[in-house]
């Protein structure tokens, strides 16, 4: 996998391939991030709605 990497880096073709690469890693590491963060926040509000439907219903 190195080996792949180190020649993908040594063509200039490759070095577009690698800048995509990092950019995906990059967004792919902010997402996660994000919803680390952010899911508790979203899972409080599905089970407000949740127990808010329950109510209505009965």
Do not use: D
């Not at 800048?19 to 997402?31: D, G, K, P, R, S």
Request: no cysteine; hydrophobic share 55%; net charge negative.
């Amino acid at each position: 996998m190195m080996e792949i990497m180190r020649r993908l880096v040594q063509e200039e073709e490759g070095q577009g391939m690698v800048e995509y690469a990092l950019i995906i890693a990059l967004i792919a590491l902010v997402a996660a991030v994000g919803l680390k963060t952010l899911g508790p926040v979203i899972n409080s509000m599905f089970t407000t709605i949740q127990a808010k439907i329950t109510n209505a219903t009965t």
